[in-house]
């Protein structure tokens, strides 16, 4: 799997997720959205006003000193504690459907964007106990934006043998006198290490680097 950019990657991988995450937030109850999820802190409502102020910051091109802070997050969340559980969803929508244009046409600082609101959209779903996920469509879309941003957080070379897929994927940056780290596993797996979230009741291998060295988000 090539870790070279593909300006088209995030809008799929945005657009694939829509398709599915927005029916199933409409079909919610009010109650669903003030369950707690794995970002400490956040509601569903929280993770999804998130979701779609980050993507309303990339199509209009908001972007200040403190971008994507955690200051700067819990500003835009309470922002949006007035509005309708339906409109969060609305902007979410419209988010997921028009920043990639804007992502592709960019240098490529942005596509980890794409993969952060996807992982977020597992999120949603584990909080409300549902089945695969960090997995569906959009994974392997997902483990392609995996390159470019181990490669830009400086991550050491792992290879990594995904047992789901049959496919090798190699991410991170090779570093001097010291050997790529190795994980056996499944594609899901995976990105629940590099996201930094649960791994109860998975099956890894892991050799030569540390879970702590795979995280790619914070």
């Not at 209009?60 to 969340?77: A, H, K, L, T, W």
């Not at 419209?94 to 609101?117: F, K, N, R, W, Y």
């Not at 790529?180 to 290490?193: E, N, V």
Request: charge should be negative; hydrophobic fraction near 40%.
């Amino acid at each position: 799997m090539a870790d070279e950019r593909d300006p088209e990657l995030p809008g799929l991988l945005l657009r694939t997720e829509r398709d599915l995450l927005i029916p199933l937030l409409r079909s919610a109850a009010a109650s669903d959205f003030a369950l707690r999820t794995a970002c400490p802190g956040w509601t569903v409502r929280d993770v999804l006003a998130h979701c779609g102020s980050v993507l309303s910051r990339v199509v209009e091109g908001r972007f200040g000193p403190d971008v994507f802070s955690p200051e700067c997050n819990d500003r835009d969340i309470a922002e949006r504690a007035g509005w309708t559980d339906a409109q969060v969803v609305d902007e979410l929508e419209a988010g997921m459907t028009d920043a990639g244009a804007v992502i592709a046409a960019g240098p490529g600082v942005l596509d980890g964007v794409a993969l952060g609101e996807w992982v977020h959209a597992g999120d949603v779903r584990e909080a409300w106990g549902l089945e695969g996920a960090y997995r569906g469509p959009g994974l392997p879309l997902a483990l392609r934006l995996l390159g470019p941003r181990a490669r830009h957080q400086k991550m050491p070379l792992l290879v990594a043998e995904l047992e789901d897929s049959k496919e090798e994927l190699v991410i991170g940056r090779e570093q001097e006198g010291r050997a790529p780290g190795r994980y056996r596993g499944d594609g899901a797996t995976l990105i629940r290490l590099c996201a930094g979230r649960s791994l109860v009741g998975t099956r890894y291998e892991l050799e030569g680097v540390t879970e702590r060295e795979l995280f790619l988000f914070g």
